[in-house]
């Protein structure tokens, strides 16, 4: 059974940084795209950052420059080392991987990340 589980979440102030983890289990890791979205409350699922097979990285304009997505293959992990952070971070943060060929979708069940004073 494929598993995303992440971690990494909690509360973080207002120009800090937190960095999230997501472990994937029963999937060839290698072979997916993998990405972070998340859900600011009351509002709808938005991306966050991808990284593909091959490394290559995209970012939403919200988070360009304090946001790094990060993979590492051998141990089937994905990470978003988070920056600066501002309330507008706050929301459930969902890890989330999709073969590029034929568009199979997993999803994590999220790890809340709110920012506050």
């Known amino acids: 059974q494929v598993q995303l589980v992440e971690s990494g979440g909690g509360l973080g102030q207002p120009g800090g940084s937190l960095r999230l983890s997501c472990a994937a289990s029963?999937?060839?890791?290698?072979?997916?795209?993998m990405g972070w979205y998340r859900q600011p409350p009351g509002k709808q699922r938005e991306l966050v950052a991808t990284?593909?097979?091959?490394?290559?990285?995209t970012y939403a304009d919200s988070v360009k420059g304090r946001f790094t997505v990060a993979r590492t293959n051998v141990q089937n992990t994905v990470s978003l080392q988070m920056s600066n952070l501002s309330a507008e971070d706050t929301a459930v943060y969902y890890c989330n991987a999709k073969h590029p060929r034929f568009g199979i979708n997993y999803w994590g069940k999220g790890t809340l990340v709110t920012v506050s004073s």
């Open positions: 029963a999937i060839i890791f290698n072979t997916y795209d």
């Open positions: 990284i593909t097979t091959g490394g290559r990285t």
